[in-house]
C-alpha cells in the first residue's frame, strides 16, 4: 500500500515562496499520477496540480504561472515550488497518489501553508 509523506509547510510573507515535497513509499510502481491538493478553512479540498508519470502537468487558474509541480529523479518524489503566494494561498496541503484507472492510492498527512505579513 502507498504511503505519501509531505513536507516544506510554513509561514511565509505575501510575494514569498515555499517549496513542497511528497515523498511516497512501498508499492510506488503502482503510481501513475500524483498530485497536490489544498483545503482551506471552510472551503472544500481543491486540485492545486497534477503530475503523471510521463511528466504531463495540470494546474489550477489560480496557480498558473506561480506554482510550478515536478517529479524528482527518484520516481517516488514529486516537488511543487510555490513563488509570488498570496494570503488566498493559505491552506493544508495534501499529496494525492492516483493508479492508472485514477483510483487514489493514498493520501499524504498535510502540511499548513501560511501566507501573512
Known amino acids: 500500500q502507498v504511503q505519501l509523506v509531505e513536507s516544506g509547510g510554513g509561514l511565509v510573507q505575501p510575494g514569498g515562496s515555499l517549496t513542497l515535497s511528497c515523498a511516497a513509499s512501498?508499492?510506488?510502481?503502482?503510481?501513475?499520477?500524483m498530485g497536490w491538493y489544498r483545503q482551506a478553512p471552510g472551503k472544500e479540498r481543491e486540485l492545486v496540480a497534477t503530475?503523471?508519470?510521463?511528466?504531463?502537468?495540470n494546474y489550477a487558474d489560480s496557480v498558473k504561472g506561480r506554482f510550478t509541480i515536478s517529479r524528482g529523479n527518484a520516481k517516488n518524489l514529486v516537488y511543487m515550488q510555490m513563488n509570488s503566494l498570496k494570503p488566498e494561498d493559505t491552506a493544508v496541503y495534501y499529496c494525492?497518489?492516483?493508479?492508472?484507472?485514477?483510483?487514489?492510492?493514498?493520501w499524504g498527512q498535510g502540511t499548513q501553508v501560511t501566507v501573512s505579513s
Open positions: 512501498k508499492n510506488i510502481f503502482s503510481i501513475y499520477l
Open positions: 503530475i503523471t508519470s510521463f511528466g504531463d502537468t
Open positions: 494525492r497518489a492516483q493508479a492508472l484507472d485514477y483510483n487514489t492510492l493514498a
